[in-house]
């Protein structure tokens, strides 16, 4: 039977994303609801430990494409590892969480098997064997709603936060499958040399679930520290409006907005940003939105849940010693 | 060395839309439509190779989507491609990368010379999906890299290196020609068109050509069924905290707590 459900599981330096942990409550929906089995791949290079962490979430077959090729995103070679898990497990639903690989290998994936696609779903419900999916589109101003057929392969890949991760399973079911990939017949590919992180010292918006934004009022690169001590103490990550990154407030890798990053943190805490149109389209999807400005008409302020009229300067130091006195009572 | 180009027409990005009553589309009325900006960054990547290099002998752009789509492809055209060719669908068709990615597929590879190198926008601003450039690069068998913020093409323009923008960092990507490559915010500072330009523009060749008449594409569908449009859903009315900032940093972490539970 071609009806199981693949979730590529991510992993970066040995570790699994949370967005691909998220895939595996998706996953066991639609099983639910179309049948079939849940399976899962993992792609990397010496992952093996992964394994464990991976087969606690639940899959009924558990494919790990464990190769030096592997080590870093390749397209191709990812690629064809994806297809073939996926013809492995006779997958009819490919499920991948929508970051910078998920965007970038889902369509071949699906161009690859002649399936239906759909990027960056913020629900998915089966219709009769089909798939209704929404999916954010026009920076965010409107919702797209997309029918994937009931035959044939569906390629999905999800927004990080979506769903919540299942509990992890005490008594994993599946055996680890090594997934062997003829690498060499793939043909010419982009091959991955080194990856340079930004910035060592400090978290990527991309990879939290609480982020800390200014924009241009903030003044200077020395006054986002307060934003940074105010990350740090939540464990998150600082981003910036575009006005403050052509500013030279803040690196172009913390912009966030519609040229920059898209995120949807579980909360979002936007200082001194008057919130643009273009930055609204990169964090509207946050579930919690804090706005702190002095302009109580700013259109920040239509898009947060909770909003405090103040100088930032004043507020936000304040808030991390706030923070920092609760989290330590806390533990 | 030949360049192609992929530039599509899409509301500009400062327009609030309204989406139609029946939900069936973009309310269109009143609404500018200009080229994807991520698009470009890849004309003026295109562009800056050919003045940069002896070796670039065409550039051509194509565009996909409704007839009036033409003026992005102008506006292009004005920026330095040498020849454009509009490959028209119906616009119930635009949210289908994957199918459009096939058409122009199918028109590109009609020509036997092929490109050395496609260069694509990251994403379009309308379906906010950048499905389309490594689609495309699957159906003409090329590897691609995607979302680069820069590029070198050695010098006899058989290899590229370029980065990639991803999560918490850069990948350093090295790659033969042929290549499709999708440019992210940061490559280029695209140009403004002059005049003169403008109007030369307006002479230079572009094909017009109805994607159903393309090779293997008179049966070709969508897979994907287009439902419809709505608004993003209302969020509730902001709270707004009041007091000192004391009380405010106080309030705010409490109802942070205990009520949206987030921290």
Do not use: W
């Given at each position: 039977?071609?009806?199981?459900?693949?979730?590529?599981?991510?992993?970066?330096?040995?570790?699994?994303?949370?967005?691909?942990?998220?895939?595996?409550?998706?996953?066991?929906?639609?099983?639910?609801?179309?049948?079939?089995?849940?399976?899962?791949?993992?792609?990397?290079?010496?992952?093996?430990?992964?394994?464990?962490?991976?087969?606690?979430?639940?899959?009924?077959?558990?494919?790990?494409?464990?190769?030096?090729?592997?080590?870093?995103?390749?397209?191709?070679?990812?690629?064809?590892?994806?297809?073939?898990?996926?013809?492995?497990?006779?997958?009819?639903?490919?499920?991948?969480?929508?970051?910078?690989?998920?965007?970038?290998?889902?369509?071949?994936?699906?161009?690859?098997?002649?399936?239906?696609?759909?990027?960056?779903?913020?629900?998915?419900?089966?219709?009769?064997?089909?798939?209704?999916?929404?999916?954010?589109?026009?920076?965010?101003?409107?919702?797209?709603?997309?029918?994937?057929?009931?035959?044939?392969?569906?390629?999905?890949?999800?927004?990080?936060?979506?769903?919540?991760?299942?509990?992890?399973?005490?008594?994993?079911?599946?055996?680890?499958?090594?997934?062997?990939?003829?690498?060499?017949?793939?043909?010419?590919?982009?091959?991955?040399?080194?990856?340079?992180?930004?910035?060592?010292?400090?978290?990527?918006?991309?990879?939290?679930?609480?982020?800390?934004?200014?924009?241009?009022?903030?003044?200077?690169?020395?006054?986002?520290?307060?934003?940074?001590?105010?990350?740090?103490?939540?464990?998150?990550?600082?981003?910036?409006?575009?006005?403050?990154?052509?500013a030279g407030q803040q690196p172009r890798d913390r912009q966030?907005?519609?040229?920059?990053?898209?995120?949807?943190?579980?909360?979002?805490?936007?200082?001194?940003?008057?919130?643009?149109?273009?930055?609204?389209?990169?964090?509207?999807?946050?579930?919690?939105?804090?706005?702190?400005?002095?302009?109580?008409?700013?259109?920040?302020?239509?898009?947060?849940?909770?909003?405090?009229?103040?100088?930032?300067?004043?507020?936000?130091?304040?808030?991390?010693?706030?923070?920092?006195?609760?989290?330590?009572?806390?533990? | 060395?030949?360049?192609?180009?992929?530039?599509?027409?899409?509301?500009?990005?400062?327009?609030?839309?309204?989406?139609?009553?029946?939900?069936?589309?973009?309310?269109?009325?009143?609404?500018?439509?200009?080229?994807?900006?991520?698009?470009?960054?890849?004309?003026?990547?295109?562009?800056?190779?050919?003045?940069?290099?002896?070796?670039?002998?065409?550039?051509?752009?194509?565009?996909?989507?409704?007839?009036?789509?033409?003026?992005?492809?102008?506006?292009?055209?004005?920026?330095?491609?040498?020849?454009?060719?509009?490959?028209?669908?119906?616009?119930?068709?635009?949210?289908?990368?994957?199918?459009?990615?096939?058409?122009?597929?199918?028109?590109?590879?009609?020509?036997?010379?092929?490109?050395?190198?496609?260069?694509?926008?990251?994403?379009?601003?309308?379906?906010?999906?950048?499905?389309?450039?490594?689609?495309?690069?699957?159906?003409?068998?090329?590897?691609?890299?995607?979302?680069?913020?820069?590029?070198?093409?050695?010098?006899?323009?058989?290899?590229?290196?370029?980065?990639?923008?991803?999560?918490?960092?850069?990948?350093?990507?090295?790659?033969?020609?042929?290549?499709?490559?999708?440019?992210?915010?940061?490559?280029?500072?695209?140009?403004?068109?002059?005049?003169?330009?403008?109007?030369?523009?307006?002479?230079?060749?572009?094909?017009?050509?109805?994607?159903?008449?393309?090779?293997?594409?008179?049966?070709?569908?969508?897979?994907?069924?287009?439902?419809?449009?709505?608004?993003?859903?209302?969020?509730?009315?902001?709270?707004?905290?009041?007091?000192?900032?004391?009380e405010m940093a106080k309030e705010l972490v409490r109802v942070?707590?205990?009520?949206?539970?987030?921290?």
């Open positions: 039977m071609s009806n199981s459900i693949l979730v590529f599981v991510e992993q970066r330096e040995g570790t699994i994303l949370p967005a691909s942990l998220q895939l595996f409550t998706l996953a066991q929906q639609l099983a639910t609801e179309q049948g079939g089995q849940v399976c899962a791949l993992v792609v990397g290079a010496r992952i093996g430990e992964l394994a464990s962490d991976c087969a606690a979430l639940g899959p009924k077959r558990l494919l790990v494409a464990d190769a030096p090729p592997f080590r870093y995103y390749s397209p191709r070679a990812y690629t064809q590892a994806i297809c073939d898990a996926a013809a492995t497990v006779g997958a009819q639903t490919v499920l991948l969480a929508t970051t910078a690989l998920g965007r970038d290998v889902g369509p071949r994936v699906a161009a690859k098997l002649g399936g239906a696609l759909a990027t960056d779903c913020t629900s998915v419900s089966s219709h009769n064997g089909s798939l209704r999916i929404q999916r954010p589109s026009y920076c965010g101003k409107c919702i797209a709603e997309l029918e994937l057929p009931a035959d044939g392969l569906r390629v999905l890949s999800v927004r990080p936060n979506t769903f919540a991760a299942p509990e992890p399973d005490a008594a994993p079911a599946a055996e680890v499958e090594p997934l062997a990939v003829d690498i060499d017949a793939i043909g010419s590919r982009a091959t991955t040399l080194e990856v340079v992180k930004s910035d060592s010292m400090h978290k990527d918006v991309s990879e939290v679930d609480i982020i800390v934004s200014g924009g241009r009022s903030v003044g200077s690169e020395e006054d986002f520290s307060i934003l940074y001590d105010l990350a740090e103490v939540l464990d998150g990550a600082v981003g910036a409006s575009r006005a403050a990154v052509d966030i907005g519609l040229t920059g990053k898209v995120v949807s943190p579980r909360l979002y805490i936007a200082c001194g940003i008057d919130g643009a149109i273009q930055h609204l389209a990169g964090m509207r999807g946050s579930r919690v939105i804090v706005a702190i400005n002095t302009k109580a008409d700013a259109p920040i302020f239509s898009a947060a849940t909770y909003g405090c009229v103040v100088d930032l300067f004043e507020l936000v130091p304040l808030l991390a010693a706030e923070c920092k006195r609760l989290l330590a009572a806390d533990s | 060395m030949r360049i192609l180009v992929v530039v599509k027409q899409v509301p500009d990005s400062r327009a609030s839309l309204s989406v139609l009553a029946d939900g069936s589309g973009l309310d269109k009325a009143g609404v500018r439509f200009v080229c994807n900006p991520f698009d470009e960054f890849a004309a003026e990547q295109a562009v800056q190779l050919r003045e940069k290099r002896s070796d670039v002998d065409e550039i051509v752009a194509v565009t996909i989507g409704p007839a009036e789509a033409l003026q992005t492809l102008r506006t292009t055209l004005a920026m330095g491609a040498d020849r454009g060719i509009q490959i028209v669908v119906d616009e119930s068709v635009m949210f289908d990368e994957l199918y459009l990615a096939r058409a122009i597929a199918a028109a590109v590879t009609r020509d036997e010379q092929g490109y050395d190198l496609v260069l694509c926008g990251k994403q379009g601003i309308d379906n906010d999906a950048g499905d389309l450039g490594p689609a495309l690069a699957e159906y003409l068998g090329l590897p691609h890299i995607g979302a680069i913020v820069e590029l070198v093409v050695n010098e006899s323009g058989d290899r590229a290196n370029a980065k990639r923008q991803i999560e918490g960092g850069l990948e350093v990507v090295e790659t033969g020609l042929p290549v499709l490559l999708t440019c992210e915010k940061g490559l280029v500072e695209p140009r403004y068109p002059s005049l003169p330009n403008i109007m030369k523009a307006k002479k230079k060749p572009v094909e017009t050509v109805d994607a159903k008449t393309l090779p293997g594409m008179a049966e070709a569908a969508p897979r994907a069924t287009f439902i419809g449009l709505s608004p993003p859903p209302a969020r509730e009315a902001c709270t707004i905290i009041e007091g000192t900032p004391e942070l707590r205990e009520e949206a539970k987030v921290i």
